[in-house]
Protein backbone atom coordinates (compact mmCIF):
# COMPACT_ATOMS: atom_id res chain seq x y z
CA UNK A 1 0.00 0.00 0.00
CA UNK A 2 1.31 3.51 -0.84
CA UNK A 3 2.45 5.83 1.95
CA UNK A 4 -0.32 9.17 2.31
CA UNK A 5 1.64 10.35 5.19
CA UNK A 6 4.98 11.12 5.30
CA UNK A 7 7.51 12.80 8.43
CA UNK A 8 10.52 13.87 9.04
CA UNK A 9 12.04 17.25 8.01
CA UNK A 10 9.80 18.41 4.89
CA UNK A 11 6.79 18.09 7.03
CA UNK A 12 8.86 20.30 9.57
CA UNK A 13 9.43 22.76 6.72
CA UNK A 14 6.08 23.18 5.74
CA UNK A 15 4.75 23.15 9.13
CA UNK A 16 7.34 26.09 10.04
CA UNK A 17 6.64 27.94 7.12
CA UNK A 18 2.69 27.93 7.82
CA UNK A 19 3.59 29.34 11.43
CA UNK A 20 5.46 32.50 9.76
CA UNK A 21 2.99 33.17 7.36
CA UNK A 22 -0.49 33.00 9.85
CA UNK A 23 2.15 34.95 12.45
CA UNK A 24 3.02 37.75 8.99
CA UNK A 25 -0.81 37.89 8.69
CA UNK A 26 -1.06 38.84 11.98
CA UNK A 27 1.54 41.08 11.89
CA UNK A 28 0.35 42.81 8.76
CA UNK A 29 -3.40 43.41 10.45
CA UNK A 30 -2.02 44.53 13.36
CA UNK A 31 0.01 47.16 11.64
CA UNK A 32 -2.78 48.28 9.59
CA UNK A 33 -5.09 48.87 12.41
CA UNK A 34 -2.26 50.81 14.05
CA UNK A 35 -1.60 52.71 11.00
CA UNK A 36 -5.55 53.84 10.31
CA UNK A 37 -5.91 54.53 14.25
CA UNK A 38 -3.01 57.08 13.79
CA UNK A 39 -3.94 58.19 10.74
CA UNK A 40 -7.45 59.10 12.65
CA UNK A 41 -5.75 60.57 15.22
CA UNK A 42 -3.77 62.87 12.99
CA UNK A 43 -7.04 63.97 11.38
CA UNK A 44 -8.95 65.07 14.25
CA UNK A 45 -5.19 66.77 15.42
CA UNK A 46 -5.90 68.51 12.06
CA UNK A 47 -8.89 69.63 12.64
CA UNK A 48 -8.86 70.97 15.84
CA UNK A 49 -5.76 72.95 15.35
CA UNK A 50 -8.26 74.70 12.60
CA UNK A 51 -11.05 75.06 15.10
CA UNK A 52 -8.34 77.03 16.93
CA UNK A 53 -7.70 79.60 14.11
CA UNK A 54 -11.41 79.44 13.16
CA UNK A 55 -14.14 82.15 14.79
CA UNK A 56 -16.45 79.62 15.32
CA UNK A 57 -14.26 77.17 16.68
CA UNK A 58 -16.09 77.41 19.87
CA UNK A 59 -19.17 76.49 18.23
CA UNK A 60 -17.70 73.51 16.24
CA UNK A 61 -16.57 72.11 19.21
CA UNK A 62 -20.16 71.83 20.86
CA UNK A 63 -21.88 70.45 18.48
CA UNK A 64 -21.14 66.26 19.51
CA UNK A 65 -19.22 65.54 22.94
CA UNK A 66 -15.89 64.54 22.60
CA UNK A 67 -17.22 60.95 23.36
CA UNK A 68 -14.95 58.63 21.47
CA UNK A 69 -11.52 58.18 19.49
CA UNK A 70 -10.83 56.69 16.05
CA UNK A 71 -9.29 53.47 17.59
CA UNK A 72 -12.73 53.24 19.68
CA UNK A 73 -14.55 53.29 16.38
CA UNK A 74 -16.14 49.72 14.88
CA UNK A 75 -13.60 48.27 12.76
CA UNK A 76 -10.88 50.69 13.23
CA UNK A 77 -9.05 48.98 10.40
CA UNK A 78 -11.27 49.61 7.73
CA UNK A 79 -11.55 52.13 5.02
CA UNK A 80 -15.30 52.97 6.60
CA UNK A 81 -13.86 54.08 9.81
CA UNK A 82 -11.07 55.64 8.01
CA UNK A 83 -13.44 57.50 6.19
CA UNK A 84 -15.26 58.50 9.14
CA UNK A 85 -12.67 59.91 11.13
CA UNK A 86 -11.48 61.41 7.98
CA UNK A 87 -14.51 63.47 6.54
CA UNK A 88 -16.66 63.93 10.06
CA UNK A 89 -14.11 65.54 12.30
CA UNK A 90 -13.25 68.78 9.91
CA UNK A 91 -16.67 70.05 11.66
CA UNK A 92 -17.70 68.41 15.09
CA UNK A 93 -16.34 66.06 17.10
CA UNK A 94 -15.80 62.39 15.66
CA UNK A 95 -19.47 60.42 16.20
CA UNK A 96 -20.60 57.06 17.35
CA UNK A 97 -21.88 54.82 14.54
CA UNK A 98 -24.49 53.96 17.11
CA UNK A 99 -25.85 57.62 17.37
CA UNK A 100 -28.45 56.54 14.61
CA UNK A 101 -30.46 54.04 12.59
CA UNK A 102 -29.11 52.64 9.64
CA UNK A 103 -32.58 54.78 7.71
CA UNK A 104 -31.39 57.62 9.72
CA UNK A 105 -28.15 57.58 8.37
CA UNK A 106 -28.58 57.70 5.37
CA UNK A 107 -30.60 61.37 5.31
CA UNK A 108 -27.76 62.64 7.73
CA UNK A 109 -24.60 61.54 5.27
CA UNK A 110 -26.60 62.88 2.26
CA UNK A 111 -27.21 66.58 4.98
CA UNK A 112 -23.37 66.57 5.72
CA UNK A 113 -21.94 66.26 2.29
CA UNK A 114 -24.06 68.58 0.69
CA UNK A 115 -22.93 71.27 3.22
CA UNK A 116 -19.36 69.58 2.61
CA UNK A 117 -19.43 70.53 -0.75
CA UNK A 118 -20.89 74.33 -0.23
CA UNK A 119 -24.26 73.52 -1.19
CA UNK A 120 -27.89 74.28 0.78
CA UNK A 121 -28.47 76.51 3.23
CA UNK A 122 -25.41 75.54 5.63
CA UNK A 123 -23.24 75.67 3.15
CA UNK A 124 -21.65 78.71 2.81
CA UNK A 125 -21.63 79.26 6.79
CA UNK A 126 -19.56 75.74 6.81
CA UNK A 127 -17.17 76.66 4.23
CA UNK A 128 -16.65 80.09 6.21
CA UNK A 129 -16.79 78.15 9.51
CA UNK A 130 -14.14 75.27 7.93
CA UNK A 131 -11.67 77.12 5.44
CA UNK A 132 -10.30 74.13 3.22
CA UNK A 133 -12.86 71.72 3.97
CA UNK A 134 -12.96 68.45 2.00
CA UNK A 135 -15.84 66.59 0.64
CA UNK A 136 -15.87 62.81 -0.20
CA UNK A 137 -16.05 61.27 -3.45
CA UNK A 138 -19.34 59.64 -4.72
CA UNK A 139 -17.60 55.97 -4.06
CA UNK A 140 -16.38 57.16 -0.29
CA UNK A 141 -20.11 58.00 0.20
CA UNK A 142 -21.62 54.76 -1.14
CA UNK A 143 -18.68 53.47 1.64
CA UNK A 144 -19.57 55.30 4.24
CA UNK A 145 -22.95 54.73 4.18
CA UNK A 146 -22.53 50.91 3.84
CA UNK A 147 -19.96 51.59 7.42
CA UNK A 148 -22.55 53.71 9.45
CA UNK A 149 -25.42 51.92 8.43
CA UNK A 150 -23.69 48.27 9.33
CA UNK A 151 -22.31 49.51 12.83
CA UNK A 152 -25.64 51.67 13.35
CA UNK A 153 -28.06 51.76 16.34
CA UNK A 154 -30.71 49.14 16.89
CA UNK A 155 -33.84 50.81 17.42
CA UNK A 156 -36.09 49.47 20.44
CA UNK A 157 -39.48 47.97 18.58
CA UNK A 158 -41.89 50.75 19.24
CA UNK A 159 -44.72 48.30 20.99
CA UNK A 160 -42.45 46.79 23.33
CA UNK A 161 -45.06 46.14 26.07
CA UNK A 162 -41.75 47.20 28.39
CA UNK A 163 -42.17 50.96 27.05
CA UNK A 164 -45.82 51.23 28.82
CA UNK A 165 -43.89 50.99 31.80
CA UNK A 166 -42.83 53.95 34.24
CA UNK A 167 -38.89 52.60 33.49
CA UNK A 168 -39.99 52.05 29.98
CA UNK A 169 -41.08 55.38 29.73
CA UNK A 170 -38.48 57.20 31.82
CA UNK A 171 -35.60 54.73 29.28
CA UNK A 172 -37.44 56.19 26.27
CA UNK A 173 -37.04 60.03 27.56
CA UNK A 174 -33.74 60.08 28.22
CA UNK A 175 -32.50 58.26 25.12
CA UNK A 176 -34.92 60.37 22.55
CA UNK A 177 -33.21 63.40 24.06
CA UNK A 178 -30.03 62.26 21.71
CA UNK A 179 -30.53 58.92 19.20
CA UNK A 180 -33.10 56.40 18.77
CA UNK A 181 -34.05 54.32 22.09
CA UNK A 182 -32.02 51.41 21.69
CA UNK A 183 -32.45 47.91 21.76
CA UNK A 184 -31.96 46.17 25.15
CA UNK A 185 -30.73 43.04 23.39
CA UNK A 186 -27.68 45.06 22.01
CA UNK A 187 -26.17 44.36 25.15
CA UNK A 188 -25.65 42.25 27.79
CA UNK A 189 -26.64 43.02 31.49
CA UNK A 190 -23.35 43.48 32.56
CA UNK A 191 -22.87 45.78 30.22
CA UNK A 192 -25.29 48.10 30.10
CA UNK A 193 -24.46 49.91 33.54
CA UNK A 194 -21.56 51.41 31.72
CA UNK A 195 -23.21 52.40 28.78
CA UNK A 196 -25.89 54.37 30.74
CA UNK A 197 -23.31 56.02 32.96
CA UNK A 198 -21.32 56.96 29.67
CA UNK A 199 -24.62 58.53 28.24
CA UNK A 200 -24.96 60.38 31.43
CA UNK A 201 -22.00 61.99 31.33
CA UNK A 202 -22.57 62.80 27.49
CA UNK A 203 -25.59 64.23 28.54
CA UNK A 204 -23.97 66.53 31.37
CA UNK A 205 -21.12 67.56 29.04
CA UNK A 206 -24.00 68.59 26.33
CA UNK A 207 -25.78 70.86 29.48
CA UNK A 208 -22.08 72.37 30.27
CA UNK A 209 -21.78 74.00 26.58
CA UNK A 210 -25.06 75.43 26.58
CA UNK A 211 -24.24 79.60 26.14
CA UNK A 212 -26.80 81.46 28.07
CA UNK A 213 -27.29 79.50 31.68
CA UNK A 214 -30.97 80.01 31.81
CA UNK A 215 -31.03 77.49 28.93
CA UNK A 216 -29.28 75.02 31.13
CA UNK A 217 -31.53 72.08 32.27
CA UNK A 218 -30.82 69.33 35.36
CA UNK A 219 -32.63 66.63 34.00
CA UNK A 220 -33.90 64.22 36.70
CA UNK A 221 -33.76 60.97 35.37
CA UNK A 222 -33.77 57.84 37.46
CA UNK A 223 -30.71 56.08 36.08
CA UNK A 224 -30.89 53.17 38.04
CA UNK A 225 -34.68 52.76 36.95
CA UNK A 226 -33.03 52.50 33.12
CA UNK A 227 -30.48 50.22 33.96
CA UNK A 228 -32.81 47.64 35.80
CA UNK A 229 -35.38 48.35 32.30
CA UNK A 230 -32.02 47.44 29.92
CA UNK A 231 -31.06 44.79 32.25
CA UNK A 232 -34.10 42.97 32.17
CA UNK A 233 -34.79 42.80 28.51
CA UNK A 234 -30.77 42.68 28.04
CA UNK A 235 -29.01 39.68 25.49
CA UNK A 236 -27.92 36.87 27.66
CA UNK A 237 -23.98 36.42 27.75
CA UNK A 238 -22.70 34.91 24.63
CA UNK A 239 -25.78 35.47 22.56
CA UNK A 240 -26.03 36.94 19.15
Known amino acids: MA ?9 RAVAHESSRAALLCGVV ?13 SELA ?6 SQS ?18 LPEPQSEGARLTARYCVQC ?13 WTGVVER ?28 EIALLNRYLQKHSQKEIDPAHPGLRTEAGKM ?4 CSQCHAAPDPRQHTRREWPAIVERMKQHMGWANTVV ?5 RTTPELNTEAIVQFLQRYARESGGG
Open 112 to 139: MVWRMQGKGNLGALMKEMMAGVQAPAED
Open 92 to 104: HHLPNPQMHTAQK
Open 55 to 72: PHGRMLERILPPAITPAD
Open 171 to 174: FSLA
Open 29 to 41: LCVASYANAAEGV
Open 46 to 51: RARQMW
Open 3 to 11: RIFTSGPSM
Open 211 to 215: GSPEL
